[in-house]
């Protein structure tokens, strides 16, 4: 019988040590019409769709994802705070965040995808935490409106705003388009952003000024310069308000900013960028 693992775990334990502890205490379920429950972080219950091939079926066999950036949240948030995710997905960082913020702390997850955010709904209830994480199921950008969404057959995770319904490999769904500032301010204060929008970053980043200039809360923002059509002023404008960027490698090490590689349109790969 293994004991269950909380934050202070994922937080200090070996990074070695931890994926093995998770992966002993794996669990999955078919429960039937595409749906799957899965543990995950060895405590915790997510809600998965079958046929999710970039995301679901790491999370089934492994029981954590991308554990540079899980590790990081444990240690950094703390009971008590407000952290927002945008890009919640079906809820992997929800839990984590909702687990290390406690009952006197609060979660607003932010996904789109209205299939996906009903089951994000149902993961968050089973797991106890709807008093203190709320879903909200609109898309984010610099204005309020309607966009369509693209999600990608078997990708959800890589859903994305188009301008344009009715795209081959996937499907489309309308959808309503608040400012993080609209949705956020009510909160006295908010202490971390979590940022995943596959490029929609740059118009989230331009509809929160409100919450960066009250709260200077840590950013955790995936950056793709690919994405941008002037990634270099977009960081600029992240700059602005706050004094330097890091980014958080695949293994863990907070690193200076390397400007030159996290600008280069040639390199594709996504990055972590960190500004506190």
């Known amino acids: 019988m293994f004991e269950d693992l909380y934050s202070i775990h994922l937080a200090t334990w070996p990074r070695p040590v931890l994926e093995a502890a998770i992966r002993r205490r794996v669990q999955t379920a078919y429960l039937g019409n595409g749906i799957i429950l899965a543990r995950?972080?060895?405590?915790?219950?997510?809600?998965?769709?079958?046929?999710?091939?970039?995301?679901?079926?790491?999370?089934?066999?492994?029981?954590?994802?991308?554990?540079?950036?899980?590790?990081?949240?444990?240690?950094?948030?703390?009971?008590?705070?407000?952290?927002?995710?945008?890009?919640?997905?079906?809820?992997?960082?929800?839990?984590?965040?909702?687990?290390?913020?406690?009952?006197?702390?609060r979660v607003i997850a932010v996904e789109p995808n209205p299939d996906t955010a009903a089951l994000l709904r149902e993961t968050v209830l089973l797991n106890g935490h709807s008093t203190r994480t709320r879903v909200v199921p609109h898309a984010l950008g610099a204005r309020a409106g309607r966009d369509w969404l693209y999600s990608p057959d078997g990708e959800p995770k890589n859903a994305t705003l188009v301008d344009k319904e009715n795209l081959p490999g996937g499907r489309t769904f309308e959808v309503s388009t608040f400012t993080l500032d609209e949705i956020a301010l009510e909160y006295p204060r908010v202490d971390l952003i979590k940022i995943d929008a596959e490029g929609g970053e740059l118009n989230i980043v331009a509809g929160m000024q409100g919450l960066i200039a009250r709260d200077h809360p840590i950013i955790v923002l995936e950056f793709n310069a690919a994405r941008y059509p002037d990634p270099g002023g977009f960081l600029d404008k992240l700059l602005e308000n706050y004094r330097s960027a890091k980014e958080l490698s695949l293994d863990g090490a907070i690193l200076p900013l390397d400007s030159e590689s996290v600008l280069d349109k040639t390199n594709v790969q996504d990055r972590i960028l960190l500004f506190e």
Not at 47 to 58: I, M, P
Not at 70 to 93: C, E, S, W
């Open 40 to 105: 995950i972080l060895g405590r915790m219950k997510i809600f998965l769709r079958s046929g999710d091939r970039g995301f679901a079926c790491h999370v089934m066999l492994d029981g954590f994802w991308e554990m540079w950036l899980t590790q990081f949240l444990a240690h950094r948030v703390k009971p008590g705070m407000t952290a927002i995710d945008v890009g919640a997905n079906f809820g992997y960082f929800t839990l984590l965040l909702g687990d290390a913020v406690g009952e006197t702390g």
